[in-house]
């Protein structure tokens, strides 16, 4: 999808924000927990962050691998505008490594003419306009590593009265956080398993940061989000471990926080593994919902019982989904239209 406006051409990297110079004339980038040491003409690990002459650029910047118009329930969030389009764009690179990943014709797409557009802050915003989506989202790689473009955009889209959603592992450093979510209305946060051996073996990341962004998220603004998990058969979906992540958001992000359990399918580097079963995600749903969560789903699978809403309290079906599509909607604004307890989230 491309405007008039969206050339096929070039642009010069953007000087990036959030690094400083380093030992043996490399630099280091500050922006997530990987702190690269990036040397002349080196890109860092997420490959669109590069050191020319001395300073970092962005080369990101401007260049979207393409839009598309998404359900908000794809990203997925459930308690934010449902029912609503998302105009969803993300650029080439990620700062995660996962093995499993599920974009990674996106997250590890070279950046080049045939695989990106040229679209301004002001085109995305636009595009949304013109195509009456209330939302924008950045998404399908990370939108931390093209944080400088995040912040430009989602700057004009508040001003224009449309909202911003980042779909993201929250893999950030904590000063560089505050700046590339000053304007986010929401967020859909993979947590994508809750033990260090995962995140190490299969993410090259840390869990320890992703948990502190949540904390982070839920403590220090108003950005409404919700969790999502994708299980892995014999890798993050024993029910000791669900458990576990279970405990935790009780305890550090409350009852009310909208959790997803979502099915893997083979891809990428773990093309070997079997998909997950859909007993595997009623089960971790069951877990999560007799522990005391309030709003649990599951996705990549049908299943409407696990993707419909239900008032915690009478247990009247709210919002009844098959897969992205919203079949019922009988919310009295933020309320159950049976008994009138308040549904966390943003419904209007």
Same mark, same amino acid.
């Given at each position: *999808? !491309?405007?008039?406006? *969206?050339? &096929?051409?070039?642009? $010069?990297?953007? %000087? ?17 927990? +990987? ?20 300073? %970092? ?7 979207? @691998? ?24 993300? &650029? ?9 990943? !599920? ?14 557009? /040229?679209?301004?802050?002001? =085109? ?5 306009? !013109? ?7 950045? &998404? ?36 560089? +956080? ?6 986010? =209305?929401? $967020? ?39 969790? &999502? ?14 458990? !576990? ?16 359990? @979502? $099915?893997? #399918?083979? =891809? ?7 998909? @997950?079963?859909?007993? @595997?995600?009623?089960?971790? +749903? ?11 789903? /599951? ?24 897969? #992205? ?24």
């Amino acid at each position: *999808m !491309q405007t008039d406006e *969206m050339k &096929t051409c070039l642009p $010069a990297g953007k %000087l990036a924000k959030w690094w400083e110079p380093a030992d043996n004339n490399k630099i280091l980038c500050t922006l997530c927990p +990987r702190y690269c040491k990036i040397g002349e003409g080196q890109p860092g690990f997420c490959y669109i962050r590069q050191n020319h002459g001395g300073k %970092l650029y962005t080369i990101g910047y401007g260049r979207p @691998t393409g839009f598309a118009i998404d359900p908000v329930e794809k990203k997925p969030l459930n308690h934010f505008l449902p029912g609503t389009q998302i105009l969803s764009f993300g &650029t080439a690179g990620c700062n995660l490594g996962c093995k499993f990943c !599920q974009n990674w014709s996106i997250s590890k797409a070279k950046l080049d003419d045939e695989n990106s557009v /040229v679209a301004s802050p002001e =085109d995305v915003v636009k595009l949304a306009k !013109q195509y009456g989506t209330p939302s924008i989202a950045y &998404t399908y790689n990370d939108p931390t590593i093209f944080g400088e473009y995040v912040i430009d955009i989602s700057k004009i889209a508040r001003e224009e009265g449309i909202k911003n959603v980042l779909v993201t592992a929250g893999y950030i450093d904590k000063e560089a +956080r505050k700046e590339v979510y000053q304007y986010a =209305d929401a $967020a859909n946060v993979d947590l994508k398993g809750f033990t260090e051996r995962f995140y190490h073996k299969l993410t090259f990341s840390h869990l320890n940061d992703v948990l502190d962004t949540l904390i982070w998220l839920k403590n220090e603004t108003d950005i409404w989000f919700e969790i &999502t998990t994708l299980l892995i058969p014999d890798e993050n979906d024993n029910p000791e471990e669900i458990k !576990q992540e279970c405990e935790w958001i009780l305890k550090n992000l409350g009852d009310s926080l909208p959790l997803h359990f @979502t $099915a893997f #399918h083979p =891809d990428f580097r773990m093309l070997d593994k079997n998909k @997950t079963p859909a007993k @595997t995600l009623k089960d971790a +749903r069951n877990i999560a919902l007799s522990m005391g969560i309030k709003f649990c789903y /599951v996705g990549n699978v049908f299943n409407i019982e696990g993707q419909t809403t239900y008032c915690p309290e009478c247990k009247t079906e709210l919002i009844q989904r098959n897969w #992205h599509t919203i079949n019922l909607n009988v919310m009295n604004n933020d309320k159950c239209s049976n008994c009138g307890t308040n549904i966390p989230g943003v419904f209007n």
